[in-house]
C-alpha cells in the first residue's frame, strides 16, 4: 500500500526535475528604468556634489543578483557615480565637483545590469541641467568712450552699451548709476543705448569730458562699467564758410568746400582765375590774390596775349657762341699785366742807355 503510493510520486518528482532542467535557458536582467520612452530626467545645475538625481532599476527572472554599473557617460566628465539604493540604484551627482549647465547642458547615460553569467546594456538616459541665473551680465568691452558735439540735439544716440549673460534668457536692463548730476544724458533700459537728454548742458569749454558709470542687471546680478563722453566744439557752428561754401568738421576743426569763383580756408576770397583771364588757352593759377598764366607755346606776358617772336632764339644762340669763346681777363688781371710790362719796358731801356754809354767811354 505504502510502496504503491510512492512509486508514482518519484516518477511525477522525476518528470518534474526534467522539465524545470532540460531547456537550460537563463533569464537576462532587464532594465525598467530607463525603458523604451522614458528616456529623459533632468536636474538643476549647481546641485550638491554627490545628491541622487535618478533611480535605475533592473530585475532578473531568475532571482540572480543583479549589478548594475555606469556603462557609458558622454561627456565622460565630471564622472557621475552610481550606488545601490534598497530598491534599484541611485544615480549620483559627481563627487569633487557641482555640474555647470553653462559648461555642459545635457550628459547621456548608457547603463549595464549584470545578473549570472549575462550582461545587458540599457537604453540611453538623458539628463538635462536645469539653469539656475548664476551668471551676472558681462560688457562686451572693459570701458567705453564716445563723444557728442555741443550742437548735438536731444535723443541723439552717443554709442550703445552692451552686455551679454550665459544664463538662458537674460533679460538685462541698463541705468546710469554715477558721473550724470545734471541730467545730460540717459540710458534706454533694455536697448543700452546711451542718449542725449538735455543738449543745452554740454559746454565743451567748461565741461569737456563726462565720466558715467553704467550698470547692467539681470535682476539678480550686476556689472557695471565707466563711460568716458567727450564734449566737441563744434566748428562748423556758427557756419564759418561764406559766400555759400560747405562746412566740414571733425573733432578739432573744421574744412570750407567753397563754390565757384570763391578761394580760401573761409571762401571769403575771389578766385582770380575765375573766369580766365589767361588768352590763347594759357592756364591760369592762382598767385595769392592774383593769378598767373602758364601760356601755351608762341605766346607770352602776363595774359598770354603777345605772340613770341623768333629772333629771341637766335640772340641766346650767339650769346652761347661767345661764351664758350676764351674768356676775357678780368680789371685786376689787366693792372698786374700793365704793371709787369711797364716794368719791362724801364728795365729795357736801362740796360740800353747803360750799354751806349760804356761803348762810349770806351771808344775815348
Ligand atoms: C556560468 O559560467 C560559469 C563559468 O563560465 C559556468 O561554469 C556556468 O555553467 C555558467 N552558468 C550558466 C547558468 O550558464
Ligand atoms: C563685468 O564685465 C566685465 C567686462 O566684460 C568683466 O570683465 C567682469 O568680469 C564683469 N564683472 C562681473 C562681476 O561679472
Ligand atoms: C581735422 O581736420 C583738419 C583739417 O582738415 C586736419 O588737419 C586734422 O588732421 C583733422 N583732425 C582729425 C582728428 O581728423
Ligand atoms: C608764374 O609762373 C611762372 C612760370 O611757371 C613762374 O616762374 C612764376 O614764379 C609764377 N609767378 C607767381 C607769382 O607764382
Ligand atoms: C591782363 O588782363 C587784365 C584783365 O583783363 C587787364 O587788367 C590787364 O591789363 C592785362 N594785362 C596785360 C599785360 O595784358
Ligand atoms: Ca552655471
Ligand atoms: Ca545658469
Ligand atoms: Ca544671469
Not at 529623459?40 to 535618478?54: G, K, L, V
Not at 555640474?99 to 547642458?105: A, G, K, L, N, V
Not at 542725449?196 to 557695471?224: C, E, F, H, I, M
Request: with cysteine; aromatic share 6%.
Amino acid at each position: 500500500m505504502f510502496r504503491y503510493q510512492v512509486m508514482p510520486n518519484i516518477y511525477t518528482f522525476l518528470a518534474t526535475c526534467v522539465l524545470i532542467v532540460s531547456p537550460v535557458q537563463t533569464a537576462a536582467p532587464v532594465f525598467s528604468n530607463p525603458s523604451l520612452g522614458h528616456q529623459q530626467t533632468s536636474c538643476f545645475e549647481n546641485i550638491a556634489s554627490s545628491s541622487s538625481i535618478y533611480r535605475v532599476s533592473a530585475t532578473d527572472a531568475d532571482g540572480d543578483t543583479v549589478t548594475v554599473a555606469i556603462h557609458s557617460q558622454n561627456p565622460s566628465d565630471p564622472p557621475f557615480q552610481i550606488t545601490k539604493a534598497i530598491i534599484g540604484w541611485n544615480l549620483m551627482t559627481p563627487s569633487l565637483t557641482t555640474i555647470d549647465r553653462e559648461t555642459t547642458p545635457t550628459f547621456t547615460f548608457v547603463f549595464s545590469a549584470t545578473g549570472g553569467n549575462d550582461t545587458v546594456q540599457s537604453v540611453a538616459l538623458t539628463l538635462i541641467l536645469t539653469d539656475l541665473n548664476d551668471n551676472s551680465p558681462q560688457f562686451t568691452a572693459i570701458s567705453y568712450s564716445a563723444s557728442v558735439y555741443d550742437t548735438a540735439s536731444a535723443g541723439a544716440v552717443i554709442l550703445t552699451i552692451q552686455a551679454t549673460d550665459a544664463d538662458v534668457s537674460p533679460s538685462i536692463a541698463y541705468r546710469i548709476t554715477a558721473g550724470d548730476v545734471a541730467g545730460t544724458f540717459s540710458i534706454d533700459l533694455n536697448t543700452g543705448e546711451l542718449k542725449l537728454n538735455t543738449p543745452g548742458n554740454l559746454n565743451s569749454a567748461s565741461t569737456p569730458t563726462y565720466s558715467l558709470t553704467v550698470q547692467a542687471s539681470d535682476g539678480a546680478n550686476t556689472n557695471t562699467t565707466t563711460v568716458t563722453i567727450h564734449v566737441l566744439d563744434d566748428r562748423c557752428v556758427p557756419q564759418p564758410c561764406q559766400n555759400g561754401g560747405t562746412c566740414t568738421r571733425n573733432e578739432t576743426d573744421f574744412i570750407c568746400a567753397c563754390v565757384s569763383g570763391w578761394i580760401g580756408d573761409t571762401c571769403s576770397q575771389d578766385n582770380p582765375c575765375i573766369p580766365n583771364l589767361c588768352q590763347n588757352g594759357g592756364t591760369c593759377t592762382i598767385a595769392g590774390s592774383t593769378y598767373n598764366c602758364t601760356c601755351t607755346s608762341g605766346y607770352e606776358g602776363l595774359n598770354c596775349t603777345t605772340i613770341v617772336t623768333t629772333t629771341t632764339t637766335t640772340t641766346t644762340t650767339t650769346a652761347a657762341t661767345t661764351s664758350i669763346t676764351t674768356p676775357k681777363p678780368d680789371s685786376q688781371d689787366l693792372v698786374v699785366i700793365t704793371v709787369v710790362s711797364v716794368t719791362t719796358v724801364a728795365v729795357v731801356i736801362t740796360v740800353t742807355i747803360a750799354i751806349l754809354v760804356y761803348i762810349r767811354n770806351n771808344k775815348r
